[in-house]
């Protein structure tokens, strides 16, 4: 059965949703033990930007893949 085109956006929300909370803890958290000096507001743009390019690219390879 294929999947609907909304449960393909709940899924990826829910997928992305988990990737916006551990990409902002890497960003702010992480990137400061390797030297990259970040704040919170750079934290969150860069979360903002990754979230929007993951979420269409998941999407756009759902859709694709539910086609075949």
């Known amino acids: 059965m294929k999947q609907s085109k909304k449960h393909s ?3 990826i929300i829910a997928n992305s949703a988990t990737g916006i ?3 902002w803890m890497i960003v ?3 990137f400061p033990m390797i030297g990259v000096a970040t704040n919170a507001q750079q934290a969150s743009i860069s979360t903002v930007i990754f979230f929007v390019v993951s ?3 998941a999407y756009i390879i759902r859709r694709i ?3 075949l």
Request: net charge neutral; glycine share 6%; proline share 0%.
């Open 65 to 67: 893949f539910n086609t």
């Open 28 to 30: 702010f958290f992480i």
């Open 21 to 23: 909370i551990l990409g």
């Open 55 to 57: 979420y269409t690219r």
């Open 9 to 11: 956006h709940y899924e």
